[in-house]
Nanobody, 121 residues
C-alpha cells in the first residue's frame, strides 16, 4: 500500500477558502479526494489521473473545488473555495484507483488518515 498523509484542514468561515494537501509515498497512481460527514457515507469529490492530469468532479463541488497534483512531489491538492457549512466533514485522500465507479470507496487501494474541515456560518 501507499502511505498518504493529509494536511491543511481547519476552521474557516462560510465563503472562505482552504487548500488541502496529500503527500504520497510510493506509486500512488490516480488520486482522489473524498469526505465524510458525521452519520453520512463517504462521498466522492474529485479525481486526477497520474498521467496527463485529467480531472473529474462530483456535481456537489464542481466549480468550487479544484484538484491538482505535483508529480515531482508526489502530492495532490484540493483547493476549496466558497466554502459552505455543509462542506464540514473529514476529508480523505485516496490513491491506487483500481477500476469501476469513482464514487465507490472500495475501488481505491490506499487511504490517508483524514483531515477535519469545519465551516462556520
Amino acid at each position: 500500500q501507499v502511505q498518504l498523509v493529509e494536511s491543511g484542514g481547519g476552521l474557516v468561515q462560510a465563503g472562505g477558502s482552504l487548500r488541502l494537501s496529500c503527500a504520497a509515498s510510493g506509486r500512488a497512481g490516480n488520486m482522489a479526494w473524498f469526505r465524510q460527514a458525521p452519520g453520512k457515507e463517504r462521498e466522492f469529490l474529485a479525481i486526477i489521473r497520474w498521467s496527463g492530469g485529467s480531472t473529474y468532479y462530483a456535481d456537489s463541488v464542481k466549480g468550487r473545488f479544484t484538484i491538482s497534483r505535483d508529480n515531482a512531489k508526489n502530492t495532490v491538492y484540493l483547493q476549496m473555495n466558497s466554502l459552505k457549512p455543509e462542506d464540514t466533514a473529514v476529508y480523505y485522500c485516496s490513491a491506487q484507483y483500481l477500476s469501476g465507479s469513482y464514487y465507490n470507496p472500495s475501488n481505491f487501494g490506499s487511504w490517508g488518515q483524514g483531515t477535519q474541515v469545519t465551516v462556520s456560518s
